[in-house]
């Protein structure tokens, strides 16, 4: 198996650099290619503007996707651009090892997800979902939270923590075709002892010894809507 640890974390001896460090390690020892896409190590530029692109469609108003459609069919990706996409055109699956900032990925990361996620590759018009242009292959998340555990679930401050990570899982991931694990989560990290982190990253071992055997997560089907996008089933 290919796999791709897309890492978001600009300190190199945190607790998440531990975990996709951890990641990188023990699938490798089980024999499977493992890359790592260091986003703050590789100075990885988050921000999408018109210089992502050799050409244009439009050279007098940008929409990003379609440029991306366009530059993607004509080989004119920024350079750093293809460097993740061939990546992700490698992988079998992709681990995304983040903290939570604000409910949500470090803003790197999410400037690589709006900037690698091509459109006309990734997804595009009714390639989404179990259509997406990712089919086949796998993603899940290894996070860390300042929260901790009681603190998310009904009722709970926070909410739920599928609904904090729907936008994530199922905006992001499941949307271009992706089949998603369950999560990995270490909640109040920053707050816990070395003896509790280490216990973590020992359940982190746990979980992606059994990868195999999580079951994926539950998202739309197209087959479930008509051809506008509304319900088959809808009264």
């Known amino acids: 198996m290919n796999v791709l640890i897309v890492h978001a974390h600009p300190e190199p001896r945190s607790f998440n650099?531990?975990?996709?460090?951890?990641?990188?390690?023990?699938?490798?020892?089980?024999?499977?290619?493992?890359?790592?896409?260091?986003?703050?190590?590789?100075?990885?530029?988050?921000?999408?503007?018109?210089?992502?692109?050799?050409?244009?469609?439009?050279a007098e108003y940008l929409v990003y996707a379609l440029e991306q459609r366009h530059n993607h069919?004509?080989?004119?990706?920024?350079a750093d651009i293809w460097v993740e996409l061939d990546?992700?055109?490698?992988?079998?699956?992709?681990?995304?090892?983040?903290?939570?900032?604000?409910?949500?990925?470090?803003?790197?990361?999410?400037?690589?997800?709006?900037?690698?996620?091509?459109?006309?590759?990734?997804y595009g018009g009714k390639r989404i979902y179990d259509r997406g242009g990712l089919k086949g292959k796998k993603a899940m998340l290894s996070i860390s939270l300042g929260g901790q555990r009681h603190m998310f679930g009904p009722?709970?401050?926070?909410?739920?923590?599928?609904?904090?990570l729907?936008?994530?899982?199922r905006g992001m991931l499941a949307y271009v075709g992706l089949e998603v694990l369950p999560p990995f989560v270490a909640y109040h990290v920053p707050y816990i002892s070395d003896s509790d982190r280490r216990d973590y990253l020992e359940q982190f071992r746990q979980h992606l010894l059994t990868l195999h055997q999580l079951?994926?997560?539950e998202f739309p089907s197209l087959e479930d809507f008509d051809d506008t996008l509304r319900p088959r089933n809808a009264l």
Request: glycine share 10%; charged share 15%; proline share 5%.
């Open 73 to 78: 069919g004509n080989g004119t990706l920024a």
């Open 155 to 164: 009722g709970a401050v926070h909410g739920e923590l599928a609904t904090l």
């Open 215 to 217: 079951p994926a997560l």
């Open 17 to 58: 650099a531990a975990m996709k460090n951890l990641a990188a390690d023990l699938l490798r020892e089980q024999g499977h290619e493992v890359m790592v896409s260091d986003l703050h190590a590789q100075g990885f530029n988050p921000v999408a503007t018109a210089n992502d692109f050799g050409t244009r469609a439009d």
């Open 87 to 122: 990546r992700i055109k490698w992988a079998d699956l992709i681990i995304f090892n983040f903290p939570i900032y604000w409910f949500g990925m470090p803003a790197i990361m999410k400037g690589w997800i709006d900037r690698v996620f091509v459109s006309g590759y990734c």
């Open 166 to 169: 729907q936008p994530i899982q």
